[in-house]
């Protein structure tokens, strides 16, 4: 599963098969760091996003979760202030 940091937020992004059939969806999940080390929040459980598109490759839906956990963090930045 790749790994973004954007700012203080782990962004986790990958492709899996869908069931019952050949094509991909895009999943994301998104972490924040916690007063514990060995730890981190988590702030997004993994959920497929673009859940109306469906991929006929991997890398398609690795680059559109890629995309979409992007402009999660940022609509999640301006509505929160993250203080670490």
Excluded at 11 to 36: D, F, M, Q
Aim: charged fraction near 25%.
């Amino acid at each position: 599963m790749p790994i973004k940091y954007v700012d203080f937020y782990e962004v986790n992004y990958t492709a899996e098969r869908l069931h019952g059939c050949k094509l991909w969806g895009a999943y994301v999940a998104i972490y924040a760091p916690s007063s514990n080390p060995m730890h981190r929040v988590n702030l997004l459980h993994k959920r497929r996003v673009s859940a109306d598109q469906q991929f006929t490759t991997e890398a398609d839906a690795m680059a559109e979760a890629g995309e979409v956990a992007v402009k999660l963090v940022e609509r999640r930045r301006r509505r929160y202030v993250f203080h670490p």
